[in-house]
T-cell receptor
């Protein structure tokens, strides 16, 4: 399973855009990139998943360059309730679907 | 997506006792479930893969005799922490594999005194 590297923490202010970049230099051809959000004392919640280029949903956008060795989660106009830990995971959906969580990025949104 | 519940949400027990945690898939028949453990300020660590009707697959370093997993039906997997000790105090989270995506339960906070 490819290892991921993310910043440990990031501060932002309400209304700003938050971009979290994740490095996954050893990503395999069959691997997808998935981001999860976790609030304290809760289970992780799926945010977005992509394979290449750009993916957008109602919550976030995911940018993946052509070499796929990194990805950037973009949260538009964050609010206080977006304060959470964000995990980037890389894995093959067909390989038993085992997820390896890295350290995650602790995002603090300030008023 | 699949809706996953866990019971209990919190449990406090004495050292040496056993604790059972239930993970239920409320709207999806799950052949595969996963159990994770998370210590404070740390990331989730996969403990085992629970397969309905067969033995669980444990990750390296996880004692299968201490963390008993039973996946007797497509909607229920249980994790029993046997002879719990204070170092087993943690946040235990299960997930359900549904169509190549994992849906997580709310977690169970175990405190061993």
């Amino acid at each position: 399973l490819a290892k991921t590297t993310q910043p440990i923490s990031m501060d932002s202010y309400e209304g700003q855009e938050v971009n979290i970049t994740c490095s996954h230099n050893n990503i395999a051809t069959n691997d997808y990139i998935t981001w999860y959000q976790q609030f304290p004392s809760q289970g992780p919640r799926f945010i977005i998943q992509g394979y290449k280029t750009k993916v957008t949903n109602e919550v976030a956008s995911l940018f993946i360059p052509a070499d796929r060795k990194s990805s950037t989660l973009s949260l538009p106009r964050v609010s206080l309730s977006d304060t959470a830990v964000y995990y980037c995971l890389v894995g093959d959906n067909g390989a038993g679907n085992k997820l390896t969580f890295g350290g995650g990025t602790r995002v603090l949104v300030k008023p | 997506g699949a809706v996953v519940s866990q019971h209990p949400s919190r449990v406090i027990c004495k050292s040496g006792t056993s604790v059972k945690i239930e993970c239920r898939s409320l709207d999806f028949q799950a052949t595969t479930m996963f159990w994770y453990r998370q210590f404070p300020k740390q990331s989730l660590m996969l403990m085992a893969t629970s397969n309905e009707g067969s033995k669980a697959t444990y990750e390296q370093g996880v004692e299968k005799d201490k963390f008993l997993i039973n996946h007797a039906s497509l909607t229920l997997s249980t994790l029993t922490v046997t002879s719990a000790h204070p170092e087993d105090s943690s946040f235990y989270i299960c997930s359900v594999l549904a169509v190549n995506e994992q849906f997580f339960g709310p977690g169970t906070r175990l405190t061993v005194l």
